[in-house]
């Protein structure tokens, strides 16, 4: 169902929920530099609905918080409508369940953020859903070499189908990584995109 002041949704629309949600107004959505909306932006400690901070959510009459805004666990959720995204109907749900966050992160930071151009070379650091991303993202922008970091080498196989050409395990190597693609590069990539999620 939608709220109340929704024009953009309809009921039974395909859609998947984003935690980085976006308004649509603020400058942050309006910039190519950065989606961290003053309204939606990320926030752990924001436990109910923005417009009254109350919960949807009730066991035994109890309230139960909302996770990053989304409560994706749950079975039913309710959401701000800046918090979902509508999808082609002719996707398969149970398959591009898995979509919204890890690979559109990776390949939206590659070809929003980190913009290599035909033929560079690119350094992704974490082969998981958004290392895939970003690599396909990497591929899509025409990347002549893409290297993918990775301490699971059993990762590798798996991500040639999304544009990476080489690989490096850092384990089996015995100085830093940097410096085994600086030697690979002749001095480094181009570009490279952090994926490990690793401070």
Not at 173 to 192: C, F, L, W, Y
């Amino acid at each position: 169902s939608v709220g109340e002041g929704v024009t953009d949704l309809q009921p039974g629309d395909h859609v998947l929920p984003i935690f980085t949600g976006e308004c649509g107004e603020c400058p942050h959505c309006h910039s190519e530099e950065s989606n961290m909306c003053e309204l939606l932006r990320i926030n752990t400690e924001r436990g109910g609905m923005i417009l009254d901070g109350e919960s949807r959510f009730s066991i035994n009459g109890k309230p139960i918080h909302h996770f990053l805004g989304t409560s994706t666990f749950s079975e039913y959720t309710v959401v701000h409508s800046g918090q979902v995204v509508k999808i082609n109907p002719k996707a398969p749900l149970d398959k591009v369940c898995i979509v919204s966050c890890g690979l559109t992160t990776g390949l939206g930071a590659t070809l929003n953020v980190a913009k290599p151009k035909k033929g560079q070379s690119v350094a992704v650091f974490g082969l998981g859903a958004v290392g895939l991303g970003a690599a396909e993202g990497a591929r899509i922008a025409g990347a002549s070499r893409i290297i993918g970091v990775d301490l699971n080498s059993k990762r590798f196989e798996e991500a040639k189908k999304f544009g990476v050409t080489e690989f490096v395990n850092p384990k089996e190597h015995n100085k830093p990584v940097q410096q085994v693609i600086a030697e690979m590069t002749n001095g480094g990539v181009d570009r490279s995109v952090e994926c490990t999620g690793s401070v």
